[in-house]
């Protein structure tokens, strides 16, 4: 598609709105994104289609996918730059996920990594959504000719195949139909881990004692921070082989801006007992205005509904315009007139 010189590149990303979101959503995605929508026309979306792909009960989806929201503006997303909305609200990501299913393979689609994990888990009655996920994941990158897409570890095999069918179908239909697009690697911004097993990513599960989510009180987060676990020794180093240490060190870097050298540096001859006390207090203090300020918002319905409603208004737009195209390409009839 013909591309104007003076347009921002495009960035997307979408949490799931199902577990209440972690610090580890907030240092390792959110807080970032903020910092990107002036350089960027970014997209950032609660994807409730992908959401189903497991047992959602339905009015937990729907209070979640508020909440997706609200975090996204408490952490100072600005809706009238970034376009802010809900998957199932632009109709068009179901529709070319379709296509894009067709533009798949069995093969590339068993090859995933997370759907392999879960079909050893679940067998044959895992949920067929589990297994076309990557297709829905491909439309919502694809139908805005994104540019940039900032994913965890986790997320970039799915990536991977997005580009293999955006280059499949350019070549197929000879013309640019898609940006392809590339993985966004922030310079900052963390990887949290567990507090309990700083060797693994920071999880949702609601019974975790090494997970901090963003609706706990303060008293909750400054006791899961102060357990969290630290390694043998009694020097504050910042290395692998000292994963809770690090990951402590980390939060406190994500949360100041500060580089890690000078934060390890100011612990020189400091006790972990004091960096554990010290990181609770940080914490709790950046998560308090969050909390307070989606909790508000989560009040404030009208406000929500209106902010949802004109992100899939401008969303729809540019969403559309793809779809048209690739439906044109496909062969598929429009009435004249309609
Ligand atoms: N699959 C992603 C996850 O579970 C969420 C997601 C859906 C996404 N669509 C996306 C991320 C598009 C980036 C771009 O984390």
Redesign the pocket.
């Known amino acids: 598609m013909a591309k104007d010189p003076t347009q921002k590149p495009v960035l997307?990303?979408?949490?799931?709105p199902t577990n209440n979101l972690t610090l580890g959503n907030y240092l390792g995605a959110i807080k970032n994104w903020v910092k990107l929508q002036n350089d960027y026309q970014c997209y950032f979306?609660a994807?409730d289609l992908?959401a189903i792909t497991t047992p959602q009960d339905p009015k937990l989806l729907a209070e979640r996918t508020y909440r997706v929201l609200a975090t996204y503006l408490a952490s100072g997303i600005d809706p009238k730059q970034a376009m802010l909305f809900v998957?199932s609200h632009v109709p068009e990501h179901s529709e070319l996920a379709w296509i894009m299913t067709c533009f798949s393979t069995m093969g590339e689609l068993s090859r995933m990594t997370q759907f392999k994990d879960k079909a050893d888990k679940e067998g044959k009655h895992i949920p067929s959504g589990l297994f076309v996920?990557p297709t829905?994941?491909a439309a919502?990158?694809l139908l805005y000719q994104?540019n940039l897409?900032?994913?965890?570890q986790?997320?970039k095999q799915?990536?991977e195949l997005t580009r293999e069918i955006a280059i499949r179908m350019n070549n197929r239909f000879q013309t640019e139909l898609f940006a392809v697009p590339e993985p966004f690697i922030a310079k900052i911004g963390a990887k949290i881990m567990d507090l309990q097993n700083p060797t693994n990513k920071m999880g949702k599960s609601e019974t975790s004692k090494g997970t901090l989510f963003l609706t706990e009180s303060d008293d909750e987060i400054s006791k899961k921070v102060k357990r969290a676990v630290t390694d043998s020794g009694s020097d504050i180093t910042y290395e692998d082989s000292k994963p809770g240490l690090k990951n402590l060190l980390s939060i406190q870097a994500a949360l100041t801006g500060n580089p890690i050298e000078g934060i390890v540096a100011s612990y020189r001859d400091k006790q972990y007992g004091q960096l554990k006390v010290e990181t609770a207090d940080l914490v709790v203090n950046a998560i308090r205005p969050l909390r307070e300020e989606t909790e508000r918002l989560m009040k404030d319905r009208g406000e929500l509904d209106r902010i949802l409603k004109l992100g899939a208004t401008r969303a729809r737009e540019v969403a559309h315009t793809t779809l048209e195209k690739v439906q044109e390409l496909l062969g598929f009839v429009r009435p004249m007139g309609s």
């Open positions: 997307l990303s979408g949490i799931q979306m994807v992908h998957q996920y829905l994941m919502d990158i994104t897409v900032p994913v965890g986790d997320q799915h990536l």
